[in-house]
């Protein structure tokens, strides 16, 4: 069945420092690739999505390109802030109306 | 627009007690819903998902049922809550396409003693 791997489940950094967070995904077809932001207290909420093979989805700072070749979403920002510490989410959705599925989560900590 | 809600927004529960948790989807017809727990700390795990009302496909049961009893409600109950069920309860809907960007609630923190 169709799965989603992140690798890190924790990533500390310091506010300027560069960030990936990878993602690997399988499934068959094209399924659409998201990634969800959860800050303490809340629920996940769409950070960006992308459908097609190297189409790029960004959103605040942050972006990822879709790479059927590899199969992977991996999550990129250049300059991170204290204010990005929260939980990053991959998930994939297919076109069979089935339920998303989520990677494990990434924490990530970054320190003024 | 959409809005989702979910009640109650915490409680605390003795072990054996029952429990039920709600979620109310308004400005959407015909939604996807799904629940979802988190361990503090931990990682998502998907539970349940219902695409029409009195239909719930079961992913992890840990215990806990739920039911769609109208096409904007989904409920989450046991009858005998156990201490692992203590964490974060989350409902989300989506659109008709399965590729849709799920949007979740507020979530209700369930502490079990």
């Known amino acids: 069945g169709d799965s989603v791997t992140q690798t890190e489940g924790q990533v500390a950094l310091s506010e300027e420092d560069f960030l990936t967070i990878h993602c690997n995904y399988s499934a068959s077809g094209y399924p659409t690739l998201f990634w969800y932001v959860q800050y303490p207290g809340e629920g996940p909420q769409l950070l960006f999505r992308a459908s097609r093979d190297k189409e790029k989805g960004s959103s605040r700072g942050f972006e990822a390109t879709y790479d059927k070749g590899t199969t992977s979403f991996h999550l990129r920002k250049a300059s991170v802030q204290e204010s990005d510490s929260a939980v990053y989410y991959c998930a994939l959705s297919d076109n069979n109306n089935n339920a998303p599925r989520f990677g494990a989560g990434t924490k990530l900590s970054v320190k003024p | 627009a959409q809005t989702i809600h979910q009640w109650p927004v915490a409680e605390i529960k003795a072990v054996g007690s029952p429990l039920s948790l709600g979620c109310t989807i308004k400005g959407k017809s015909s939604p996807n819903l799904y629940w979802y727990w988190q361990a503090t700390g931990g990682t998502l795990q998907q539970l349940f998902y219902?695409?029409?009302?009195?239909?719930v496909e079961s992913v992890v049961q840990l215990n806990l049922s739920a039911s769609r009893p109208k096409d904007d409600q989904f409920i989450l109950s046991t009858e005998k809550l156990l201490l692992s069920h203590s964490g974060f309860y989350l409902c989300?809907?989506?659109?008709?396409?399965?590729?849709?960007?799920?949007?979740f609630g507020p979530g209700t923190r369930l502490l079990v003693l």
């Open positions: 219902s695409i029409t009302v009195g239909q």
């Open positions: 989300a809907w989506n659109g008709d396409w399965g590729q849709d960007t799920q949007y």
